[in-house]
């Protein structure tokens, strides 16, 4: 039996999974296995005096105690941001030193100033608590509101008043026009709480130095272990690339936690040279939220202009986003391309201006999390949108119509160039699914029972596929983004397909197998995916941005092409018929409308054997292709979402959740309703649940379970997930992806929703208990007072 | 945060503030307090071992006195490294006044922690800190041997 894009083809990874036999970083063990513990600042920010290791050094089993000064005395070179933004006055971004270790001053609580090396990870971690750190504590900012005021305390030497970059997109002229002719403004002051990622499996890196071949092996938990390798040797200096494996075996989620190469790779790289043992370190709990990279914290101001028949004339925002202690790998793209651009939403909006600053505070650094920029500009967009329906007495539905594209292509006036999509017929599908029509007589019902029941819409769109390296290119970024894939059809017939895309649950080795068997109408499990291993693979960009489908499964589609053109020659020769004649159909390569057939593995064995190729023609039969996408994709969707508050208590129930999406093609239903599934949950965590606190000395309150709140099963309703298809004209399959969507679209839908319910605009996320409670007693109060 | 106190004391102000600096009594008084030795008249150091929320952790830290106004003033300033734990620091106005033959002693105090302290157990801080100030002075009181607090 072959199967067909678009079966619900179970997952072929989850026997592991689900038998206990995945294989995660931390499960690797080396003869000659040590083991790594950081000593890290429990101070915000601080000037590093001196470190004792005397105590440390004097146990049983402790191997080393390595310093920052030691590490960069090596060449170990510093951690850099890979996207270059520019300010409005031409200046470049302020980029500030990031040593593995640091040397002479910690910026952040959990910044690593040492580390130690030992034969057990109990005896580690206990020696790292007998290294003696001598701190001079400096004054912190652990806010941009702190970062901003005059006379704050400078964190990075190049940047005095803390300030990134001063960034803008868009015609402020035209847009202040735009404002300055409509008939209606609405006006919001936004907060994107910040988030920690949390993925299920923590962060761990396994190291190991051969002297004999001076060589690397670096298991670890990446999205993109080829990208790694790049950095670690191009930037850090830890090796060559030819002296360096990175291998990422399973793991366990990353929501973009995973993409950046963080301090403990490199030091245990190093360290593994520095003692000639295999050094190994897997992150607690407590140091995930200390140490992962923190997404979204954005502080907003937003205009948006409209005419007399609810036409949107000018929109205007103004953003302050949090950059934390040092630039990750993504940090400067993700508050602006991957931002500003996504502020036209589903609307034609001729005048557009977003300016962005971004500050250094002596936090966590803050980069790319499930959406990364997108999610933020959806709140914006929608946000705006609901709010001025209720402002101006429309319907929020009929003014996102009033507003829609219809027409494709569209070029906004923030860059993009949308080139497919069904606005309208995506929300009647949304509206008819979640039965708006119906929904006066639920919130009659609820209010019976004493709830507050409310809706909420977010229509939204994504730039996903990240992306066409020539366009990344000019606006910055430091490296190409197209995808690789090679596809090896073996002597019997069975194929591997390498890819440089990578699964950290996803579900690549169904999805990926499943075009693959499609294609050439063989079953599903001949075919194996390989990924995750800079030895076997070649160079790929990973996965990050919704990019596997739409770039990574198109290299494997231009690669079968390859193939299925070498196939067909072989045939042609061997059944001595043309090779516009052959088909390949039910596990045979035939010619059309006769019964001379060839089987699939009888092809691929000829390709092997070579007794009887076309002259000229070299043995084998395996391809490589390169993709490299000429635009983003643009998936898009309607969400609404119902609820029902309990004015007593202010706690929030959701009751409906309706999710409508344009992904383009589908290769596997189950498998994007999963995603959806993941993703919403996680947009409602965002706006109901979850927020990392620090306080005004830079300290982590939420440094656990007990005080960040994720979301479980209770807090979600069972949701209804719709899809229509237009297909991306941009990539042979038509995908668009589908991984961030939900977590893109549904934070703005939810507080809509509790924002109606209540009869009060002014509600920040997370939208906890105590905050709607008072949003309520706030909107009673003025009410009396009218 | 912050704490105030006040507490009435049935001996003379002279008793009080010897008491006061004398590293024995400060010793019995800090609880928790393993070892505490001075180091010159306005330094000692301390081992004191706390337990807030889920961290247990064992204290090594530096004791000063500043403010000098004797007998009727100090700062006591203090800080602690609980290794991995974190650390804790805390400083205290203490003000002595006298009431006939009685001492008023009055307190505001400031403490902050950081590090594993402040991750886990932040929502115990405020609680166990405002604790461990009226342990202290309560001690202090009954070693000087009175009566409960006046307010405390």
């Known amino acids: 039996m072959s199967t067909k894009i678009g079966d619900r083809v179970k997952r072929k990874e989850d026997k592991r999974f689900t038998t206990g036999k995945g294989k995660y970083t931390d499960d690797v063990r080396n003869d000659n296995q040590a083991y790594a513990a950081f000593v890290r600042s429990p101070h915000a920010h601080a000037s590093v005096k001196g470190i004792d290791i005397s105590g440390a050094m004097a146990m049983d089993g402790v191997i080393d105690v390595l310093n920052g000064t030691q590490l960069t005395g090596d060449g170990i070179g510093n951690i850099i941001c890979g996207w270059a933004i520019t300010s409005k006055d031409g200046t470049p971004m302020k980029m500030g030193a990031w040593s593995a270790l640091a040397t002479e001053k910690v910026r952040y609580v959990g910044d690593a100033v040492a580390v130690v090396i030992a034969e057990t990870q109990a005896l580690a971690r206990i020696a790292a608590e ?72 923590p962060r761990s890196a396994i190291a190991t130095y051969d002297d004999a071949e001076e060589h690397y092996t670096l298991y670890t938990t990446s999205q993109n272990p080829h990208v790694a390798r790049l950095v670690l040797s191009a930037f850090y200096q830890v090796a060559p690339e030819n002296k360096l494996r990175v291998i990422a075996p399973d793991v366990g989620g990353g929501f973009g936690a ?29 140091e995930a939220f200390m140490t992962d990279a923190h997404g979204r914290d954005h502080v907003t101001t937003a205009k948006m202009g409209f ?18 202690a040092y630039m990750s790998l993504f940090s400067s793209s993700v508050p602006t391309y991957l931002y500003a651009p996504l502020m036209s939403g589903q609307y034609d ?67 993009m160039a949308y080139d497919a999509g069904d606005f309208p017929k995506i929300l009647e599908m949304a509206q008819e699914t979640a039965d708006v029509a119906g929904f006066a007589t639920r919130k009659a019902e609820a209010a019976s029972r004493g709830k507050l029941r409310g809706i909420g819409y977010s229509t939204f769109i994504e730039a996903c596929g990240l992306a066409p390296s020539k366009a990344a290119g000019s606006l910055g970024a430091g490296v190409g983004l197209w995808e690789s894939a090679e596809v090896r059809v073996n002597p019997v017939g069975s194929i591997e397909v390498l890819t440089g895309s990578h699964s950290h ?52 589609v231009k690669a079968m092409d390859k193939v299925e053109a070498k196939v067909k020659k072989i045939a042609a020769h061997a059944l001595e018929a043309s090779e516009d004649d052959i088909v390949i159909e039910g596990g045979q390569v035939k010619v059309a409308g006769t019964d ?3 089987g699939w593995h009888e092809v691929g064995l000829a390709a092997y054997i070579a007794h009887n190729l076309p002259d000229g023609m070299e043995p084998g039969l395996k391809e490589t292709a390169f993709f490299d996408p000429v635009n983003f994709s643009f998936p898009s969707g309607a969400f609404i979402c119902e609820v029902e508050v309990d004015p007593e208590t202010g706690k929030t129930e959701i009751v409906q959740f309706t999710a409508a999406d344009d992904f383009g093609t589908i290769i596997n239903p189950m498998i994007v309703e999963g995603q959806v599934h993941g993703g919403v949950t996680q947009g409602i965590g965002q706006a109901l649940l979850e927020q990392v606190v620090y306080d005004d000395d830079g300290q982590l309150l939420t440094g656990s379970y007990m005080d960040y709140t994720m979301p479980r099963a209770a807090d979600v309703p069972f949701y209804h997930v719709e899809h229509h298809e237009t ?53 009673s109060k003025s009410v009396a007072a009218e | 945060m912050d704490m105030t106190g006040e507490y009435r004391i049935a001996v003379p102000r002279d008793v009080v503030w010897a008491a006061l600096n004398d590293a024995e009594v400060l010793k019995t008084c800090i609880p928790g307090c393993e070892e505490l030795e001075k180091t010159s008249d306005t330094t000692m150091e301390a081992k004191v071992v706390q337990k807030i929320g889920p961290v247990k952790a064992k204290f090594s830290g530096a004791i000063e006195l500043v403010n000098i106004k004797a007998p009727a003033s100090y700062t006591i300033i203090g800080e602690g490294k ?52 009226n342990k202290f002075f309560d001690n202090f009181h009954d070693h000087l041997g009175n009566e409960g607090p006046l307010e405390s």
Not at chain 1, 266 to 284: G, H, P, Q
Not at chain 1, 310 to 321: E, L, P, S, Y
Not at chain 1, 524 to 540: A, L, P, R, Y
Not at chain 2, 102 to 114: D, R, W
């Open chain 1, 130 to 201: 007998a290294v003696e750190v001598d701190y001079e504590i400096l004054p912190v900012v652990a806010s941009t509101t702190a970062a901003m005021k005059d006379g704050a305390v400078t964190i990075h030497d190049c940047a005095p008043d803390n300030q990134i970059y001063d960034w803008e997109l868009g015609d402020e002229a035209a847009t202040d026009a735009g404002l300055a002719a409509a008939t209606h403004v609405t006006t919001l002051d936004l907060t994107n709480n910040r988030l920690s990622p949390n993925p299920m499996e």
């Open chain 1, 258 to 286: 995973k993409i950046y190469i963080y301090p403990e790779e490199i030091t245990c790289l190093w360290a593994s040279m520095k003692t000639n043992r295999s050094v190994k370190w897997t992150s607690d709990r407590s």
């Open chain 1, 307 to 324: 005419d007399a028949d609810g036409k949107i004339t000018g929109f205007k925002i103004d953003t302050v986003a949090n950059i934390g």
């Open chain 1, 349 to 415: 909006i001729q005048n557009i201006h977003c300016n962005v600053r971004t500050y250094y505070t002596n936090t966590v650094p803050v980069d790319a999390y499930r959406g990364a920029g997108r999610p933020e500009a959806t709140y914006v967009v929608e946000r705006m949108m609901e709010t001025a329906a209720r402002e101006m007495g429309l319907d929020p539905a009929e003014l996102r119509r009033r507003n829609f594209i219809q027409s494709f292509p569209h070029q906004t006036p923030v860059l």
């Open chain 1, 505 to 556: 649950g996803q579900g690549h080795e169904t999805t990926f197998a499943q075009i693959v068997a499609d294609r050439f109408d063989i079953p599903v499990e001949s075919v194996s995916i390989v990924h995750g291993d800079t030895d076997k693979v070649q160079f790929g960009m990973g996965t990050y941005g919704s990019r596997s489908a739409p770039v990574g499964m198109s290299a494997v």
């Open chain 1, 596 to 598: 001379k057939a060839m």
């Open chain 1, 727 to 779: 297909p991306s004209p941009n990539n042979p399959l038509g995908v668009k992806g589908c991984g961030e969507a939900g977590a893109i679209g549904s934070p703005p839908a939810v507080i809509n929703a509790i924002t109606d319910a209540i009869g009060n605009n002014d509600l920040a996320m997370p939208a906890t208990p105590q905050a709607v409670w008072r949003a309520i007693q706030a909107a």
């Open chain 2, 82 to 133: 609980g290794g991995v734990a974190g650390f804790a620091k805390g400083s205290a106005d203490v003000v002595l006044t006298e009431e006939a033959d009685n001492t008023v002693l009055s307190f505001t105090a400031h403490a902050q922690v950081g590090g594993k302290l402040a991750q886990l157990g932040s929502r115990l801080i405020d609680s166990t800190a405002k604790k461990l100030a």
